[in-house]
C-alpha cells in the first residue's frame, strides 16, 4: 500500500508548499503579532483538505474505499503538478497565478508554449516535492492517522472505543469503526449495541473529559478568530490551493455586468456635470452636456451623419438603426478589408455618447503649437504614408537610455568598484543611438572628464532630418494597459480597454472606429476611381505585420475585425519561406522581426505600384520575455552579473534585446529612406507597456498583477523629418495617438475635403485628446482622468489624472492592496503607501500627503469604479467566455 502513503505524502507536501507562498506573499503586509493570532485559523482549509485526504487514502479493503483510494491518488497527481506550476510562477514572477487565467493559458496553443517557458523550474519542483514526499511518507501518514484520532475519538462512544482496543488492540479510529461493522456482521443487528452490555472501565468519563475539553476550546478559538479576524486580508490568507482550483471549473459569468445592462450607472459627481457647465456646439464640436434630460445628448444619439455609406462598415455600427439590422454580417466594399460588418445592432446600452460623457475633455478648442502652426500652414508637411509601430515591453526611460537618468545610475550602480565608469557608458551609449535621433532627446554620453563619447555610428540608418526638425516626442506618456492586446485595442481604436481578465475585446466589436476602419470609410468615399497620381485621391492599403504567432489569445481575431487587408505573421512567414530551416525561433512565440525585412520590402514596392496610400502597423516582440536573440547577435553585459550580481542576469538580456529593437528600428526606416518613403511617412511609435524588474521592485517582476509605474510609463512619438522638433509634456496616455493621427492629417492638408469634413467630425468624437494641441489637465472642476488596466485585467486598475503627481492602483478584486504614491517627489515608487482598506489609505495619506492628496484618493476610486463599469456596458460585456 506504499502507493497510498505516497499519494497522501504529496498531498501534504504540496499543500504546505503552496500555503507557504501564499503565506508569504502576505507578510510584509499584516502585523507580525496579528498573524500569530489568526494563523491557526488561516490554516483550517488546508488541514481539512489534509484530513479528508487521509480519509479517502484508506488502507481498508472494501469497494468504497478502491474507489476513494482511486480519487485520492488522481488527487495527489494533479495537486502535485498545480504546486509545481504554482511554485514556478511565483518564482519567475513574484506573483501569485490567478487559476482562471492558467485555464486561458492553456485552452490556447500559443498560451501552453508561454507556459512551457518554465518548464526546466517546474519539473525541479516536481522532483524536490516527490523527494520529500517519499522520505516522510511513513511518518506523516502515521502522524495524520494520529491526529485524526484526537480530533475524532472524542466524539465516539467511550464503550466502543474501549472494547475496540481490548479485543483488536485498536490503534485508530478506522479500526474502531471497523470493530463496530464486525460486531455488528457477528450478531446480525445492523443497528445493535452490543458493547452497552459491557462494563465501563474505570476513569473513563474523566479520561474522555479532557480530551473533549480540549476539543471544544480549539473549535471556540478557531470560531473567534474566524470571526473577529478583519476581512482583508485574512479571508484571502485563508484560501487553499486544491479551493482556488475550483475556479477553472464551470461558466465564470460575470453576474454584476449582467445585471448593469438592465441598471443606472451613476456618476459619482454630479455637481461637475450641472447645467451651469455644459458646452454649447461650435462648428464639429457637439457640445458637452451629461443629463438624463440632455437634449444636446439625445440630439446626437438621434443623428446620421451625412457621411456615413447606407450600408455601415465595420467600427461605424453605433449609428446602424434597427431598418439597418438586415445588412448584419454583410461584407464590406470598395476596400473595406476582411472584417465583418456591423455583425449586431449597437443598441443604447452599447452606444458612446461623446456630449454625455461625463469624463471628456476635449482641446479641440485650443489652436495647433505655435512651433507647429507655420510648417502646417506653408504645406512643408505632407502626410502620404502612416506607420504605426507598437514597441514590446519598452519602457520610457530605454526610449533612448540617457547619462544621468535613474535607471542609468542603478546600472552603473551594479559596476561599483568592478568597472570604470567611462568603460561602462562607452558601451551604453551604443544601446539606444536610433531611439535618440527618433525622439530628439540625446543620450547626453561625457566622460568624468567632462569631454564627450565618441559619436556612435548608426550603420542601419541614414538619417538625412534637418536639426530642429523630426516631430513629437511625448514626455510623461501612460499606457492603457499592461496586457499587449489590451493595449493594441487603445492604441489603434483610441479606446480604453476593458478591466477584465484576458483579450475580451477581440470577441466584440470597438465602441469607436478603428483608424485602419476610418481609411476603408475613406476608400469607399473615392469609389471604383482608377489609380491616381495625386495622392489625396488615392486610396489606402492597410497592413499589419508582425514576427510572432497572431493566435495568442485571439489577437487574429481583432486584427480582422480592424479590417487589416493584409496581415503578415508567424503562419504566414513559415508559408512563404523557402526554406524553413532559415527561419530561426527566438522565443515560445516565433522569429525575430529582421525575419520581415523582405515582406515590408514587397509591401512597400506594392504600395508605389499600385498607387496607394500605406497604412502600415507593426508590433514588434523580441522585448518580450525571455529576451532570446538570434544566434549571430553578439551579447554584451550592460549590467553586471557576475558573483552575487547574478540577479541582474534578466536585465541584462532585456537590454540586449532593447538594442537589438533599436537596431531594427533603424532597418526599418532605411527601407523607407531607399524608398523615398521618408519625407511623405508620419511614424509613431508607442510602448504597449513596459518591464518591471527587481531592480524596479523586489517582490515580483513583470507585469501580471504588477501595478508599480515601470510597467506603465511608455514612449509616444510622433516621427515626421518636416515636422519641427517638440518635446511635448503631459500626462497623456496611447488613447490619444488616433485622435493625434487624425488632427494631424487635417492640418497639414493631408486629405481630400470629402476626407477632411469626415476625419474633423470623428475627430470630436474620441476620448483622447489631440498631442498637437495644449493638453487640458482639467476643466471647470473636472480633472483630465488616466486609467490603466493592469494585467491580467480584472484585477487591478491603475488611476492618474494629469492635473496632480499621485498614482493609484485599485484592487478590484480585493485581493491585494491599495497603493498611492507621489510620483513627483518619489519617481521609482520606492515608497509606495500600501493599506488594505480604502478607509486606512484616505488617513494615512491626509497624515503624510495633506487634504488635498486624501480627497483625490476618493475622487479617484470613485470615478474608476464608474469608469469600469462604463467599458463594460459600451463593450457590451456580459460573460467571461
Known amino acids: 500500500m506504499m502507493v497510498v502513503s505516497l499519494s497522501f505524502s504529496i498531498i501534504v507536501v504540496s499543500t504546505c508548499l503552496s500555503k507557504l507562498i501564499h503565506l508569504y506573499t502576505y507578510v510584509g503586509t499584516v502585523p507580525h503579532v496579528a498573524l500569530i493570532v489568526f494563523l491557526p485559523s488561516v490554516l483550517v482549509p488546508d488541514i481539512v483538505v489534509i484530513c479528508l485526504s487521509r480519509l479517502f487514502l484508506s488502507r481498508k479493503r472494501t469497494t468504497i474505499t478502491y474507489i476513494s483510494r482511486l480519487l485520492g491518488c488522481t488527487f495527489s497527481l494533479t495537486l502535485l503538478v498545480a504546486t509545481a506550476f504554482h511554485a514556478t510562477f511565483y518564482y519567475e514572477t513574484g506573483t501569485e497565478v490567478t487559476w482562471t487565467n492558467a485555464q486561458r493559458y492553456v485552452r490556447d496553443k500559443d498560451g501552453i508554449r508561454l507556459l512551457l517557458s518554465g518548464s526546466n523550474s517546474a519539473i525541479v519542483c516536481v522532483v524536490l516535492i516527490l523527494g520529500m514526499s517519499w522520505f516522510s511518507q511513513t511518518r506523516l501518514y502515521q502522524y495524520a492517522s494520529r491526529s485524526l484520532n484526537m480530533i475524532t475519538a472524542p466524539l465516539l462512544p467511550p464503550q466502543l472505543w474501549n472494547m475496540c482496543k481490548r479485543s483488536r488492540g485498536c490503534r485508530s479510529v478506522e479500526d474502531a469503526y471497523d470493530y463496530q461493522s464486525f460486531i455488528n456482521s457477528q450478531t446480525g443487528n445492523s443497528h445493535g449495541k452490543v458493547y452497552l452490555d459491557l462494563p465501563p472501565q474505570a476513569n473513563t468519563g474523566s479520561s474522555r473529559r479532557y480530551p473533549k475539553i480540549l476539543a471544544l476550546a480549539i473549535f471556540l478559538y478557531l470560531a473567534l478568530t474566524a470571526i473577529l479576524r478583519p476581512s482583508s486580508p485574512y479571508s484571502q490568507m485563508s484560501v487553499s490551493l486544491p479551493i482556488t482550483m475550483l475556479q477553472m471549473i464551470g461558466s465564470h459569468s460575470d453576474s454584476q455586468a449582467n445585471r448593469y445592462t438592465?441598471?443606472?450607472?451613476?456618476?459619482?459627481?454630479?455637481?461637475?456635470?450641472?447645467?451651469?457647465?455644459?458646452?454649447?456646439?461650435?462648428?464639429?464640436?457637439?457640445?458637452?452636456?451629461?443629463?438624463?434630460?440632455?437634449?444636446?445628448?439625445?440630439?446626437?444619439?438621434?443623428?446620421?451623419?451625412?457621411?456615413?455609406?447606407?450600408?455601415?462598415?465595420?467600427?461605424?455600427?453605433?449609428?446602424?438603426?434597427?431598418?439597418?439590422?438586415?445588412?448584419?454580417?454583410?461584407?464590406?466594399?470598395?476596400?473595406?478589408?476582411?472584417?465583418?460588418?456591423?455583425?449586431?445592432?449597437?443598441v443604447d446600452g452599447m452606444f458612446y455618447n461623446p456630449v454625455n460623457d461625463p469624463l471628456r475633455i476635449t482641446n479641440q478648442?485650443?489652436?495647433?503649437?505655435d512651433i507647429l502652426s507655420d510648417s502646417f500652414r506653408n504645406g512643408a508637411v505632407k502626410i502620404k504614408h502612416i506607420a504605426l509601430i507598437m514597441l514590446e515591453s519598452t519602457r520610457e526611460e530605454l526610449f533612448p537610455l540617457q547619462q544621468g537618468s535613474d535607471i542609468h545610475n542603478i546600472i552603473l550602480e551594479s559596476y561599483k568598484g568592478r568597472?570604470?565608469?567611462?568603460?561602462?557608458?562607452?558601451?551604453?551609449?551604443?544601446?539606444?543611438?536610433?531611439?535618440?535621433?527618433?525622439?530628439?532627446?540625446?543620450?547626453?554620453?561625457?566622460?568624468?572628464?567632462?569631454?564627450?563619447?565618441a559619436k556612435v555610428p548608426i550603420p542601419e540608418w541614414n538619417d538625412t532630418t534637418q536639426d530642429g526638425y523630426g516631430g513629437i516626442n511625448v514626455i510623461g506618456g501612460f499606457t492603457a494597459a499592461s496586457l499587449s492586446f489590451k493595449s493594441l485595442a487603445a492604441t489603434h481604436c483610441g479606446v480604453w480597454p476593458m478591466p477584465v481578465d484576458s483579450f475580451q475585446e477581440s470577441e466584440a466589436q470597438s465602441?469607436?472606429?478603428?483608424?485602419?476602419?476610418?481609411?476603408?470609410?475613406?476608400?469607399?468615399?473615392?469609389?471604383?476611381?482608377?489609380?491616381?497620381?495625386?495622392?489625396?485621391?488615392?486610396?489606402?492599403?492597410?497592413?499589419?505585420?508582425?514576427?510572432?504567432?497572431?493566435?495568442?489569445?485571439?489577437?487574429?481575431?481583432?486584427?480582422?475585425?480592424?479590417?487589416?487587408?493584409?496581415?503578415?505573421?508567424?503562419?504566414?512567414?513559415?508559408?512563404?519561406?523557402?526554406?524553413?530551416?532559415?527561419?530561426?525561433?527566438?522565443?515560445?512565440?516565433?522569429?525575430?522581426?529582421?525575419?520581415?525585412?523582405?515582406?515590408?520590402?514587397?509591401?512597400?514596392?506594392?504600395?508605389?505600384?499600385?498607387?496607394?496610400?500605406?497604412?502600415?502597423?507593426?508590433?514588434?516582440?523580441?522585448?518580450?520575455?525571455?529576451?532570446?536573440?538570434?544566434?549571430?547577435?553578439?551579447?554584451?553585459?550592460?549590467?553586471?552579473?557576475?558573483?552575487?550580481?547574478?540577479?541582474?542576469?534578466?536585465?541584462?538580456?532585456?537590454?540586449?534585446?532593447?538594442?537589438?529593437?533599436?537596431?531594427?528600428?533603424?532597418?526599418?526606416?532605411?527601407?523607407?529612406?531607399?524608398?523615398?518613403?521618408?519625407?511623405?511617412?508620419?511614424?509613431?511609435?508607442?510602448?504597449?507597456?513596459?518591464?518591471?524588474?527587481?531592480?524596479?521592485?523586489?517582490?515580483?517582476?513583470?507585469?501580471?498583477?504588477?501595478?508599480?509605474?515601470?510597467?506603465?510609463?511608455?514612449?509616444?512619438?510622433?516621427?515626421?523629418?518636416?515636422?519641427?522638433?517638440?518635446?511635448?509634456?503631459?500626462?497623456?496616455?496611447?488613447?490619444?495617438?488616433?485622435?493625434?493621427?487624425?488632427?494631424?492629417?487635417?492640418?497639414?492638408?493631408?486629405?481630400?475635403?470629402?476626407?477632411?469634413?469626415?476625419?474633423?467630425?470623428?475627430?470630436?468624437?474620441?476620448?483622447?485628446?489631440?498631442?498637437?494641441?495644449?493638453?487640458?489637465?482639467?476643466?471647470?472642476?473636472?480633472?483630465?482622468?488616466?486609467?490603466?488596466?493592469?494585467?491580467?485585467?480584472?484585477?487591478?486598475?491603475s488611476v492618474t489624472s494629469a492635473d496632480a503627481p499621485w498614482r493609484l492602483v485599485i484592487p478590484l478584486d480585493r485581493a491585494s492592496q491599495w497603493r498611492f504614491t507621489d510620483l513627483k517627489n518619489d519617481p521609482l515608487e520606492l515608497e509606495p503607501l500600501e493599506k488594505w482598506s480604502m478607509e486606512q489609505l484616505v488617513g494615512d495619506v491626509r497624515s503624510l500627503y495633506g487634504e488635498e492628496a486624501s480627497q483625490w484618493v476618493v475622487q479617484a476610486d470613485a470615478v474608476a469604479q464608474w469608469w469600469a463599469w462604463e467599458r463594460k456596458r459600451l463593450w457590451g460585456y456580459k460573460t467571461t467566455k
Not at 291 to 320: H, V
Not at 365 to 369: A, M, V
Not at 433 to 443: L, Q
Open 511 to 797: 465602441y469607436q472606429p478603428c483608424i485602419s476602419q476610418i481609411l476603408h470609410l475613406f476608400n469607399r468615399n473615392k469609389g471604383a476611381k482608377t489609380a491616381s497620381n495625386d495622392f489625396l485621391e488615392q486610396k489606402w492599403l492597410t497592413a499589419f505585420f508582425q514576427s510572432i504567432t497572431d493566435k495568442y489569445d485571439r489577437q487574429d481575431i481583432f486584427n480582422n475585425e480592424m479590417g487589416f487587408e493584409e496581415i503578415v505573421a508567424k503562419d504566414v512567414l513559415e508559408q512563404r519561406a523557402k526554406a524553413r530551416s532559415g527561419l530561426e525561433e527566438i522565443n515560445y512565440f516565433g522569429y525575430p522581426e529582421t525575419t520581415l525585412k523582405t515582406h515590408v520590402r514587397e509591401l512597400i514596392e506594392k504600395v508605389q505600384r499600385e498607387k496607394k496610400r500605406m497604412f502600415f502597423s507593426h508590433f514588434t516582440s523580441t522585448t518580450h520575455h525571455p529576451w532570446g536573440l538570434p544566434r549571430d547577435s553578439k551579447k554584451i553585459e550592460y549590467v553586471n552579473t557576475q558573483g552575487n550580481m547574478g540577479w541582474h542576469r534578466d536585465f541584462n538580456s532585456y537590454l540586449n534585446t532593447v538594442r537589438f529593437q533599436d537596431a531594427w528600428l533603424g532597418e526599418l526606416l532605411q527601407l523607407f529612406e531607399l524608398h523615398g518613403f521618408a519625407n511623405e511617412t508620419l511614424v509613431v511609435l508607442v510602448g504597449d507597456h513596459g518591464q518591471a524588474f527587481k531592480q524596479d521592485i523586489t517582490t515580483r517582476t513583470g507585469t501580471y498583477k504588477n501595478g508599480h509605474v515601470s510597467n506603465f510609463r511608455v514612449p509616444i512619438t510622433f516621427r515626421h523629418p518636416h515636422i519641427p522638433r517638440v518635446q511635448y509634456e503631459a500626462n497623456a496616455t496611447s488613447i490619444s495617438i488616433l485622435p493625434t493621427i487624425l488632427d494631424l492629417l487635417i492640418n497639414t492638408g493631408s486629405l481630400n475635403r470629402k476626407d477632411m469634413a469626415v476625419a474633423s467630425d470623428l475627430l470630436h468624437d474620441y476620448e483622447g485628446q489631440s498631442l498637437i494641441r495644449p493638453y487640458k489637465s482639467s476643466r471647470n472642476g473636472r480633472r483630465a482622468w488616466n486609467f490603466g488596466v493592469i494585467n491580467s485585467g480584472a484585477s487591478m486598475l
Open 365 to 369: 478648442d485650443e489652436g495647433i503649437l
Open 419 to 453: 568597472k570604470d565608469g567611462d568603460d561602462a557608458n562607452a558601451l551604453l551609449s551604443q544601446l539606444t543611438p536610433v531611439a535618440e535621433k527618433i525622439t530628439g532627446k540625446a543620450g547626453c554620453w561625457k566622460k568624468t572628464n567632462g569631454s564627450d563619447h
Open 262 to 346: 438592465f441598471s443606472r450607472n451613476p456618476w459619482p459627481f454630479p455637481q461637475l456635470i450641472h447645467t451651469t457647465n455644459w458646452e454649447k456646439p461650435k462648428g464639429y464640436f457637439k457640445g458637452w452636456a451629461p443629463g438624463d434630460n440632455s437634449i444636446l445628448a439625445q440630439m446626437y444619439r438621434d443623428r446620421l451623419p451625412t457621411w456615413l455609406p447606407e450600408t455601415p462598415l465595420a467600427g461605424f455600427c453605433k449609428w446602424l438603426s434597427l431598418n439597418h439590422s438586415n445588412q448584419a454580417d454583410t461584407e464590406g466594399g470598395d476596400g473595406g478589408g476582411s472584417g465583418r460588418v456591423c455583425h449586431e445592432t449597437k
